[in-house]
């Protein structure tokens, strides 16, 4: 007799049905449904917000000066004037004082600090006249001649610093950097410009004014006339 296997026959197995893969529209229709929420709620809660763009920033910064006050420092409006019948202008009390050192030496430390970057200079001035006194109640009249592609461009800028009787005036060049300047032609015909300086909030009997151009500054001083001041 033939000895039989000790090892038992296999159970039969039944065969493992395939499971359906799930429908895709369900999962598509929550995807599209939260799409649509979260965009509303965007859009119906979200405050608008500016983007933000340094290099702007930097410039609104250094255009927009006049609306800051940085310890008591105040920026008075310089606007062209077409005329300056009525007020007599001169140059016979301004005295002309020579830079050896950086800007930043002569100009004080809290305008250094708040500025952005060091200015730019207009590189020749020929005349400058001005008012020996002033009113709250009228600007300041101001004569500049100096080359006329200077004064010409969009780039001119005068720029005011005011704070106890000290008036600081800046003649700004406002480009990118020194060799930018090349592209100006220094020896070209003279032009002469007015303006008009405000002088809102001053409240002293005299103002120190200080005019800075590359390498020198011309100083002068103004009388308060009119009313009093009120104590």
Known sequence: MEN???QPNPKRTSPIPERKPWPM??????????II???????????????????????ERRNQVAEKNLYDWFSLSVNPSAQAEGYALSSSDITTRFISGPLENELPSQIVYYIPRRPILVPKLESLKS??????????????????????SPDFHLSTFYKEGELIILAEMRVENDKALDAFETEGPSKTYLFEIGTDPIETERVNAKFYFEGQVREWTLDRFGEPIEE
């Open 131 to 152: 008012q020996s006194s002033f009113s709250t109640k009228q600007p300041i009249k101001l004569q500049v001649s100096l080359p006329g592609a200077f004064g010409d």
């Open 25 to 34: 529209w369900p999962i598509a229709l929550s995807i599209l449904t939260f």
């Open 4 to 6: 039989q296997s000790s």
């Open 37 to 59: 929420f979260y965009t509303w709620v965007q859009l119906k809660f979200r405050k608008d917000e500016k983007p933000y763009e340094p290099n702007y920033e930097m410039q």
